[in-house]
């Protein structure tokens, strides 16, 4: 007797088709604590935005390929009539929260990455308030890469580099010597 091919459900707007592997076969579910992505219709446009910041065609059902712009991703949504080329982080902000609460209002980043589109790092933001977020990450940035290239001493208008292994006293005893 043949086996019968496997059926899958339509799945309406809103909600995430299984991922498939080759052959177009059903991927196995996916790992305990980890949650479908979550897709909501784009307010006048035939496209939907994941929390996972993707966005698809409702014709063709498929992610779009975004391309990127000073690192921010975005995407040409076109309905026939209209063309409109729109930052992923809009997308999915007007999918999942709706309008901004007031006109002007940006799409900001939480963790400064302008490619990380994801719902939960996204927000509703004044153009001061993502200057100012903009200038905190930009800070952190540069204190993070300074750390990796070690301390300096910027005390006297000079930079030199603290050579931190060896005024440490932690390396005392553990048999860490000077070279």
């Excluded at 929390?51 to 921010?72: E, F, H, I, N, T």
């Excluded at 709706?98 to 790092?121: I, K, V």
Aim: charged share 35%; proline share 10%.
């Amino acid at each position: 007797m043949p086996e019968e091919p496997l059926r899958l459900p339509d799945f309406p707007a809103g909600e995430a088709e299984p991922e498939r592997g080759r052959g177009g076969a059903v991927s196995p579910a996916a790992p305990a604590g980890a949650r479908s992505e979550r897709w909501r219709p784009v307010p006048d446009w035939p496209y939907e935005a994941s929390d996972r910041g993707r966005v698809r065609s409702l014709a063709r059902g498929v992610p779009l390929k975004p391309q990127r712009d000073d690192g921010y991703r975005y995407v040409e949504l076109t309905d026939g009539r209209r063309r409109w080329r729109v930052h992923v982080a809009r997308l999915v902000l007007l999918a999942h929260r709706g309008e901004p609460p007031e006109p002007g209002m940006e799409a900001c980043h939480r963790n400064g990455r302008r490619w990380d589109n994801r719902l939960a790092n996204l927000y509703w933001g004044t153009k001061p308030q993502n200057r100012r977020d903009r200038e905190e990450h930009r800070r952190r940035r540069e204190a993070r890469r300074v750390a990796r290239a070690g301390v300096t001493d910027v005390s006297e208008g000079e930079s030199r580099e603290i050579d931190v292994a060896h005024s440490c006293p932690l390396g005392t005893g553990t048999g860490v010597s000077r070279p």
